[in-house]
């Protein structure tokens, strides 16, 4: 571990947004050919020096992932579903042919970063230091080949509320005309290839007045994906359904969080293809009764009125349902140890002695 000498000034919890301000030291791990993942190391926070023909930045050979360090009233600080980030992380990995890095490190290169910077962590409720693992491609070529050399880094930054005054649902648009994955593809990696793709359904659908994109599959543009970067649930009658994990879409940390509680709660779940004419439908003869994306930064992300091809409905007169928000309540309180964690999500992180 190498210290900054000059370390930054941590924001009030009172100012944070999202991914604007990052703390004063980042893990950076590298890969070589022959010698594997090699010099695991905490430093300074500081640029990254890139040759301008290093191969990720023409061929796109990139994969990250998120979670959340929350800080609790009794001044723990905790990790959420950790082991399950990095296993993905690795699943990402391997869709883009980059090589497996040891979940176990992976784990603890969280847990060092969020040790060395604590102090970043924020204790009002509804904040938290979001942790963001990189992988990129260090290749120094012009050639359309997996990487030779690689470097691992993770940043961290804090952040507050998702929503300032609470969960709000918001408006989202069907497009059956933008896709955003298909079967044998990428869908199913959280890469930055994925993300830069959905930019301009994105952007369409912000101009006509909502907020997230529902993405509808690649092939029929018939059954419901993803909604912008979350997954997607709804409740149709007395069954909660999902989209399954057929290789489009991502293995969400949350989705699987929420699918548990709910089974543990006694509801009826489906991970099953549900076209998106089945929910207009639904939402036309009044059996939808709710709907909700689940994420990492939102948790969980009511939906208030979905579009499409020109025809609006409304989900619960446009107000959070009961079991959106019950499942939020109850994410939130396990994050920050305020509700019996049951299944083991949460780890403590371990803060110097010394500190």
């Avoid at 500081?46 to 023909?53: H, R, S």
């Avoid at 869709?95 to 290169?109: N, Q, T, Y």
Wanted: net charge neutral; with cysteine; hydrophobic share 35%.
């Amino acid at each position: 571990m190498t210290r900054t000498r000059t370390p930054g000034q941590r924001p009030a919890d009172s100012s944070l947004s999202f991914g604007k301000v990052f703390t004063d030291h980042m893990f950076v791990m590298n890969y070589t050919e022959g010698k594997g993942w090699h010099d695991p190391r905490v430093v300074p926070y500081g640029p990254l020096t890139l040759d301008p023909a290093t191969s990720v930045l023409h061929y796109g050979q990139a994969v990250f992932d998120g979670l959340k360090a929350f800080r609790g009233a009794d001044g723990q600080i905790r990790l959420f579903r950790a082991q399950r980030h990095a296993e993905r992380l690795n699943k990402s990995c391997r869709a883009l042919c980059i090589p497996e890095m040891d979940v176990d490190l992976v784990r603890r290169s969280f847990e060092a970063i969020v040790a060395a910077d604590h102090e970043w962590v924020p204790s009002t409720q509804g904040t938290s230091l979001y942790i963001r693992p990189t992988v990129i491609a260090t290749d120094v070529m012009l050639g359309v080949h997996p990487a030779h050399s690689y470097t691992y880094f993770v940043i961290c930054s804090p952040v507050g509320a998702y929503y300032k005054e609470g969960v709000k649902p918001v408006r989202i648009l069907a497009t059956d005309t933008h896709v955003r994955a298909v079967q044998g593809g990428l869908g199913e990696a959280k890469t930055a290839a994925n993300y830069a793709a959905s930019l301009s359904a994105q952007q369409e659908a912000e101009q006509a007045g909502y907020t997230q994109v529902l993405w509808l599959d690649g092939v029929e543009r018939k059954y419901i994906d993803e909604v912008g970067t979350m997954n997607i649930m709804m409740q149709i009658g007395d069954e909660v359904i999902t989209p399954p994990l057929a290789g489009t879409i991502l293995d969400g940390v949350t989705r699987n969080s929420i699918l548990q509680l709910l089974r543990d709660w006694g509801h009826k779940v489906s991970e099953r293809k549900v076209s998106i004419d089945e929910v207009m439908e639904a939402g036309r003869n009044g059996t939808l009764r709710e709907m909700w994306g689940t994420g990492t930064a939102a948790v969980v992300s009511p939906v208030g009125e979905l579009g499409y091809k020109g025809e609006k409905i409304s989900i619960g007169n446009g107000q959070t349902g009961m079991l959106t928000q019950k499942l939020y309540d109850a994410i939130v309180g396990i994050q920050y140890g305020q509700q019996p964690d049951k299944h083991g999500w949460t780890s403590v992180v371990k803060v110097p002695a010394t500190a």
